[in-house]
């Protein structure tokens, strides 16, 4: 299981930092993504980050604004977003899977988080 915190309220334009950590077990071989869902919508891909090669990945709504980064000492994977968007508003899940396939699809991953609310306020 993995543990999603640091999501709040922040204003248009503002940044926010939110973190995913796997207690219990590391991401040494796993992609792990953020996706978001925002009321009413489908759960949608934002990021991910492959911690064997370090690539990264962004949805083309996020990109240029999200940085999807991580620290092994913490085996711990950030999602700083910045130029934040009320469009940005959603419970941001992260997830974890140590297969292959497409990274974009949440139906491939194996580890889920309870979710953090970000709201973004005009």
């Known amino acids: 299981q993995l543990q999603a915190y640091g999501g709040g309220l922040v204003q248009a334009g503002g940044s926010l930092r939110v973190s995913c950590a796997a207690p219990?077990?590391?991401?040494?071989?796993?992609?792990v993504s953020w996706f978001r869902q925002a009321p009413g919508k489908e759960r949608d891909f934002v990021a991910a980050?492959?911690?064997?090669?370090?690539?990264?990945y962004y949805a083309d709504s996020v990109k240029g604004r999200f940085t999807i980064s991580r620290d092994n000492a913490k085996n711990t994977v950030y999602l700083q977003m910045n130029s934040l968007k009320p469009e940005d508003t959603a419970i941001y899940y992260c997830?974890?899977?140590?297969?292959?396939?497409?990274?974009?699809?949440?139906?491939?991953?194996?580890?889920w988080g309870q979710g953090t609310l970000v709201t973004v306020s005009s």
């Open positions: 997830a974890a899977k140590n297969k292959g396939g497409d990274y974009s699809a949440r139906w491939g991953y194996t580890y």
């Open positions: 219990g077990r590391t991401f040494s071989s796993d992609v």
């Open positions: 980050l492959s911690w064997s090669t370090s690539s990264t």
